[in-house]
């Protein structure tokens, strides 16, 4: 898969989800961005952290990747809260970066989950599906994993690649 990306966003560097991402990376020979290797906080309406990592990867990212995987464990039933944040901070590209935002038009998005669970509720994925409609995104599906299995899976497939 060429021009593809999975940003990890977990509180662990070293947890499932990176375990996760790394087969598929491996497999696919997609890049990977981690989360955690910047410093960017919450959104702010006056753009007081205009300044933090957050536009910089952004606009790396937007430049480079026509297809963007989100990773994430599941978190009390929803996305990890360093994901939340930074689908959050994307307000900050169509507000104070509206080119850049522009650019998100035609790209694509997918998400990876991982859980003790074996299948999500539907809604897990709604924040999601409707960011991409919001930004001129195609959503292409979901893989869900189930981390308690990780160790019999050696041939872990995404369907939308």
Known sequence: MNNSVIIIGSSRKDGNTSRIVTNFANKYNIDIVNLLDFNFS??????????DDFLELAKDIIEKYDTLIFATPVYWYSMSGIMKVFLDRFSDLIRIEKETGRKLRGKNMAVISNSHDSELDYDFYIPFKKSAAYL???????????ADSLDK????ELAFI
Request: net charge neutral; aromatic share 16%; proline share 0%.
């Open 136 to 146: 001129g995104m195609t959503y292409l599906g979901e893989k869900h994993v189930n």
């Open 153 to 156: 899976i050696t041939n872990l």
């Open 42 to 51: 919450y959104y702010d309406y006056e753009s007081k952290n205009r300044n």
